[in-house]
């Protein structure tokens, strides 16, 4: 079974930072494409950002020049630096993993997803 474990959310004032990691095989991040999405209460989960096995790269309008994913292909680890947090980022974030190589956001194109790891922004 395919297992991705998240880490590093918690609480922090606006205009903090944080960097969250996804831990999965070196032959999940390395191979399929990956990604960040998050679910604030009462909403829908949306694609924050991805990484494909090419390292092509795409993010949600909402954090473009403030977030950056990257991985570890070998020690099989996804990131997700968050920089100039707003309250509007606060939400549950998962990563997942899309048996794909184009790179995508789409929720329906993931399969395996984390239990996710909480993201508090307070004004």
């Known amino acids: 079974q395919m297992e991705l474990v998240e880490s590093g959310g918690g609480s922090v004032q606006a205009g903090g930072s944080l960097r969250l990691s996804c831990v999965g095989s070196?032959?999940?991040?390395?191979?399929?494409?990956m990604g960040w999405f998050r679910q604030a209460p009462g909403k829908e989960r949306e694609g924050v950002a991805a990484?494909?096995?090419?390292?092509?790269?795409n993010y949600a309008d909402s954090v473009k020049d403030r977030f950056t994913i990257s991985k570890d292909n070998t020690r099989g680890i996804l990131y997700l630096q968050m920089n100039s947090l707003k309250p509007e980022d606060t939400a549950m974030y998962y990563c997942g993993a899309a048996n794909l190589k184009p790179i995508t956001l789409r929720r329906r194109d993931y399969t395996y997803w984390g239990q996710g790891t909480q993201v508090t922004v307070s004004s």
């Open positions: 070196a032959y999940t991040i390395s191979r399929y494409c």
């Open positions: 990484i494909n096995s090419a390292g092509q790269t």
